[in-house]
């Protein structure tokens, strides 16, 4: 799909509800797009969410809350809350609906851009494709969906490219796809050809569908060990369950994946 002539009033607009402590994102139906407990508005509340942290496994501890953290697609600002606020990193989130990014300061605590924090009202595509963002990226998540959260927005060979080249040296990007979908083969075998086999991998389903892909930059899959200890660390520092997220790496399509 090509944003270039989106009509910028045709996009559906955010709405909110809130059921058992939870808010919700809306985009005008009864998908959920996002989630915050407002009690714990910094925890991660949906668990598709969660496992899009799985990058932080191809990290090295030293590293891993270091450098720029950017997300294509703010949702409810889970991401970009837990990475400015939580982890402390220089943030950046592209949301091309500017009823989401009012719906999530009025609603769903992201805070004003400052030093560490801008967020931008632009077209993901266009993000990644513009050369002057080649390589500034040392953590990309990617979560685009429309109202009717159907299949990416943004899927193409060229776009995945695009985001490999977003990516610093030893960068990671982590996609939320639908992987009950009939595309999911398709998207993974896409992500795979921009970074190869032996830098890509996927985690199992959420009851949902939602697969969470990780590709990344520099060396292949780190040794088992090394992802025990950087999985040690992460539940220790920052309360996910990362050990867990170790447990579900699996190839993608078609690709064996040796540790």
Same mark, same amino acid.
């Given at each position: 799909m090509n944003h270039k002539d989106v009509d910028l009033d045709k996009l559906a607009p955010a709405t909110m509800s809130e059921a058992g402590g939870v808010r919700y994102l809306h985009l005008g139906t !009864?998908?959920?797009?996002?989630?915050?407990?407002?009690?714990?508005?910094?925890?991660?509340?949906?668990?598709?969410?969660?496992?899009?942290?799985?990058?932080?496994?191809?990290? !090295?501890?030293?590293?891993?809350?270091?450098?720029?953290?950017?997300?294509?697609?703010?949702?409810?600002?889970?991401?970009?809350?837990?990475?400015?606020?939580?982890?402390?990193?220089?943030?950046?989130?592209?949301?091309?609906? !500017?009823?989401?990014?009012?719906?999530?300061?009025?609603?769903?605590?992201? !805070?004003? +851009?400052?030093?560490?924090?801008?967020?931008?009202?632009? +077209?993901? %595509? +266009?993000?990644?494709? +513009?050369?002057?963002?080649?390589?500034? %990226?040392?953590?990309?998540c990617i979560d685009l969906y429309d109202h009717d959260a159907a299949s990416p927005v943004l899927d193409s060979a060229a776009f995945y490219r695009d985001c490999a080249r977003l990516l610093a040296d030893q960068g990671v990007m982590s996609v939320n796809l639908f992987g009950r979908d009939a595309s999911f083969e398709r998207s993974a075998a896409r992500i795979a050809a921009a970074f190869s086999h032996d830098r890509a991998c996927s985690l199992r389903p959420t009851k949902e569908g939602n697969t969470i892909v990780v590709a990344w930059k520099g060396e292949p899959m780190p040794a088992r060990d090394v992802l025990a200890a950087r999985a040690e660390n992460i539940e220790t520092r920052f309360q996910l369950p990362a050990r867990k997220w170790l447990r579900m790496i699996r190839p993608l399509p078609g690709a064996p994946i040796d540790t």
């Amino acid at each position: 799909m090509n944003h270039k002539d989106v009509d910028l009033d045709k996009l559906a607009p955010a709405t909110m509800s809130e059921a058992g402590g939870v808010r919700y994102l809306h985009l005008g139906t !009864p998908w959920v797009q996002g989630a915050m407990r407002v009690r714990k508005p910094q925890a991660l509340e949906l668990e598709y969410i969660q496992r899009m942290m799985a990058w932080m496994l191809f990290r !090295p501890q030293e590293q891993l809350a270091k450098g720029h953290a950017v997300q294509l697609g703010l949702g409810a600002a889970a991401i970009t809350r837990f990475c400015h606020g939580v982890m402390k990193m220089r943030t950046t989130a592209v949301e091309l609906n !500017p009823t989401v990014i009012d719906a999530c300061r009025l609603w769903f605590r992201l !805070p004003d +851009d400052g030093a560490r924090l801008k967020v931008l009202q632009a +077209d993901a %595509a +266009d993000y990644a494709a +513009d050369p002057r963002h080649a390589g500034t %990226a040392d953590v990309l998540c990617i979560d685009l969906y429309d109202h009717d959260a159907a299949s990416p927005v943004l899927d193409s060979a060229a776009f995945y490219r695009d985001c490999a080249r977003l990516l610093a040296d030893q960068g990671v990007m982590s996609v939320n796809l639908f992987g009950r979908d009939a595309s999911f083969e398709r998207s993974a075998a896409r992500i795979a050809a921009a970074f190869s086999h032996d830098r890509a991998c996927s985690l199992r389903p959420t009851k949902e569908g939602n697969t969470i892909v990780v590709a990344w930059k520099g060396e292949p899959m780190p040794a088992r060990d090394v992802l025990a200890a950087r999985a040690e660390n992460i539940e220790t520092r920052f309360q996910l369950p990362a050990r867990k997220w170790l447990r579900m790496i699996r190839p993608l399509p078609g690709a064996p994946i040796d540790t």
